[in-house]
């Protein structure tokens, strides 16, 4: 147990470890255990932990003892008098060590649902977190969106002043205004969208989908990576469940070892006998006590060697599967650390990108002064600068996520 409660604090641990990097990680730190506390899913799992464990005292017994009650209808008659009633009983015992393999083999299994805990805590803990970087990214792309329609209400209001001294056309008012209309729209489809994602937020936490969920302001790009220890994903709980279910094989098979050892059974019968009234003889109506002994030995039973061969087959079929699923998490694994450099070089990229695009914004208002403005180039600045900023916080946001991902992997 002092093993699986470290287990536990790790895995409330997992993620925390980056949260540092924004000022209200509190919040999401909160929301996190929030969800470990009211995942419905968990709590199953914990369930299920909590009956295989209780399985150790239902196995922790020996079969039953018998007793059997017989009236003879036709009395046997013996030197020393007829027989009326039998009375029996007889307890069979399992070979010398077999309740203990029964035991360790259902301990065992319950080692193994343990895991699915740990997994599903790991999980839900890296959904919560990434379901919150989209609402956050939902958020910083309307705040963008705001901000270029007021910018665009600046350029309206310029090409107004233009068309008033003949320097621009109402189509060019037009266009601008489109844009806006454009971007208006762009602003109302997000607006929904957040409204889904926060309904799955809410049901990670299982609480009322109408809760409003409060993001983080701003998220910025961390000025360094952390250090990632790839070997800990050997550690990770869905390999460590395949090493727990091979064990329970084992202990599957030391068991059947002992169920094909003899069963040793003890008893012993009482027979009831009356006096004899024809004659006096010694021991005249002495009841019949006998012990017995009794042994039950599987001597043509193919099933025990059977169940070895299964158990074998079992073991391969195990080590092939944890074989395979480690596979998948490297794969996994190696695919997050590279998006995650490939995010921040698309940030560095935006971020050069976005400054060219408000120095070329300048200089078309500096332009404006002097008495020409082209208002086409202005909706391709515009358009641009638009760009590298959603681009900008789609980096920010495949940074925290594959961040996410690596944590679940090898925290």
């Not at 621009?168 to 454009?182: F, G, I, K, P, T």
């Not at 959603?390 to 996520?401: L, R």
Request: proline fraction near 2%; charge should be negative.
């Amino acid at each position: 147990m002092k093993n699986k409660k470290l287990n536990t604090k790790s895995v409330l641990g997992l993620l925390f470890c980056f949260l540092s990097f924004f000022a209200n990680a509190q919040q999401l730190e909160t929301l996190i255990d929030e969800a470990l506390a009211n995942n419905p899913e968990i709590q199953k799992f914990e369930l299920q932990y909590k009956r295989a464990s209780e399985k150790i005292n239902e196995v922790n017994t020996v079969p039953n003892t018998e007793f059997a009650v017989g009236y003879f209808v036709s009395e046997p008659e013996t030197r020393t008098g007829p027989q009326r009633f039998k009375v029996s009983a007889e307890q069979m015992l399992p070979w010398f060590g077999s309740i203990t393999a029964r035991e360790n083999y259902v301990n065992a299994l319950a080692d193994a649902k343990y895991e699915d805990i740990v997994i599903s805590k790991r999980k839900l803990m890296a959904s919560v977190s990434q379901s919150y970087y989209n609402l956050y990214t939902n958020k910083a792309k309307q705040a963008v969106l705001v901000e270029n329609i007021e910018l665009l209400e600046t350029y309206k209001k310029l090409a107004l002043s233009s068309v008033e001294v003949a320097k621009a056309s109402a189509v060019d008012v037009l266009r601008l205004q489109m844009r806006q209309n454009e971007l208006e729209q762009l602003k109302q489809v997000l607006e929904q969208q957040f409204l889904a994602e926060q309904t799955a937020f809410n049901n990670l936490l299982n609480r009322n989908n109408t809760i409003e969920v409060q993001v983080v302001d701003d998220l910025q790009m961390p000025s360094e990576d952390f250090e990632i220890n790839t070997n800990n994903l050997e550690l990770h709980p869905e390999l460590v469940k395949y090493e727990k279910l091979y064990t329970s094989v084992e202990q599957s098979e030391l068991l059947n070892q002992k169920e094909s050892s003899p069963i040793i059974g003890f008893g012993l019968d009482y027979i009831n006998v009356e006096k004899r009234t024809d004659m006096d003889v010694s021991d005249n109506g002495k009841d019949i006590l006998m012990p017995m002994l009794s042994f039950t030995i599987p001597i043509f039973n193919k099933k025990y060697k059977s169940v070895t061969k299964q158990n074998t087959l079992q073991q391969l079929e195990i080590e092939a599967e944890k074989q395979e699923r480690f596979n998948t998490l490297k794969t996994s694994l190696d695919k997050a650390i590279y998006e995650q450099k490939a995010s921040r070089i698309s940030y560095k990229t935006q971020v050069k990108n976005l400054k060219q695009a408000k120095d070329a914004e300048e200089i078309l208002l500096k332009s404006f002064e002097s008495g020409t403005i082209n208002f086409n180039d202005v909706l391709d600045i515009q358009e641009l600068q638009l760009k590298f900023q959603i681009n900008q916080i789609e980096a920010v946001k495949t940074y925290y996520i594959q961040t996410t991902i690596i944590n679940y992997l090898t925290n």
